[in-house]
């Protein structure tokens, strides 16, 4: 596994026309990988907000070319390069029972059967969790059939936001939020797994790639 890492120009017209649309950004990521591969696995990515910085992050199993990603939203005339790191390293090192300071962007929702619903392998509708309080409920409940523990004390949300985009004739509204903290690895295949595959829905518009540090203290 691959994990790059880019800086966007988010002052430029395309850069911002592609933040506020998710499903650009999720067409120019797949587009960074060779046609015809026999690869196929998806690619994560996330918009990470670091200080008055921005970074696309992606993880996938191909090292990715980002030259037209520079080129529509980047410094191209700047001869701007990209980040990328050999996530195997780090994922031989994950053992049960460390700590590790985390980050994840994701879409929490719930669902909620309907009462004319007759099928009884119908999840219901789709709801987004609002408040603050019922999304940190939402990673609580998701760690550890994803192999890791969290208190309610070790992570919070550092970014909230409503992203409305068109794709198919319809609007998509997509509830997000970024969380940070502390996690304890439980089980060791299903938090890889959580970690090569995501968390959550809505993974096609930056949601649910789990990164991972070491804790800084």
């Not at 509708?125 to 550890?144: C, D, F, G, N, S």
């Not at 068109?166 to 304890?184: S, V, W, Y």
């Amino acid at each position: 596994m691959y994990l790059s890492r880019i800086a966007l120009h988010t002052r430029r017209r395309d850069t911002m026309a592609a933040l506020a649309s998710p499903q650009r950004i999720h067409a120019a990521v797949e587009s960074s990988f060779p046609p015809g591969s026999s690869v196929k696995s998806r690619n994560l990515w996330r918009i990470d907000h670091l200080g008055n910085d921005t970074y696309l992050l992606v993880l996938s199993e191909q090292k990715p070319d980002f030259t037209h990603i520079v080129e529509q939203f980047g410094w191209p005339e700047n001869d701007q390069k990209w980040e990328t790191k050999n996530y195997n390293y780090l994922m031989d090192k994950i053992k049960v029972g460390q700590q590790w300071q985390f980050r994840l962007r994701a879409n929490p929702v719930h669902s909620v059967k309907q009462p004319d619903d007759k099928d009884s392998g119908s999840r219901g509708k789709v709801y987004a969790h609002i408040t603050a309080k019922q999304q940190e409920q939402w990673l609580l409940e998701r760690a550890k059939k994803n192999g890791f523990a969290l208190s309610s004390g070790s992570f919070k949300i550092v970014h909230r936001e409503t992203c409305r985009f068109r794709r198919n004739q319809k609007t998509i509204t997509l509830g997000m939020a970024t969380f940070e903290g502390i996690l304890e690895v439980t089980d060791l295949a299903l938090f890889l797994n959580a970690m090569t595959c995501g968390i959550g829905r809505a993974k096609a518009f930056g949601c649910g790639l789990l990164t991972i540090v070491r804790p800084t203290s």
